[in-house]
């Protein structure tokens, strides 16, 4: 009697789970207005990814051509698989040796997208942007620079 109880218990729930995944796919049958399925590439113009979307890494600078990594090391440090390259040089500003960056190289093509340099960073120097058409037949385009060339450390950001 138990494999029986069991038969028809795993019939209901099976029967349920159709019935819940149907109730979605009719809800949107019935509102084609509120469509999420986005049709790449036909909508290339309006395409619009979510808030929580991980495209490739950006360094943000101002229009002074700023921005705000003080080359530090914790995102090279804290990257699983060494997607991040880091490479400082140490510049005299004001009587004091410091720390600045030279290049900030970010290989595309290791990263797993995983968001820890981000996490990580102290100072909020690098961000997932919305970018993700990355297919390439050179593996070496798939290395960027981030920091732009000539871009120094803003003013208020504490190293």
Known sequence: ???????FSDLFNGIHSLITGLKVTGSYFVR???IVTQQYPENRATLKMFER???ELTMPHNNLNEHDC????ICEMNCPNGSIEIISKFDVIDGKKKKVLDKYIYHLGMCTFCGLCVKTCPSDAIIFGQGFEH???ERTTLNKQLNKPGSV???EVKE
């Not at 009697?1 to 038969?7: C, W």
């Not at 003080?70 to 090391?73: E, S």
């Open 1 to 7: 009697m138990n494999s029986f109880t069991k038969y």
């Open 53 to 55: 979307f991980k495209g």
């Open 32 to 34: 084609p207005k509120e």
């Open 135 to 137: 297919a390439t037949f």
């Open 153 to 155: 450390l803003k003013k």
């Open 70 to 73: 003080t080359a530090c090391g």
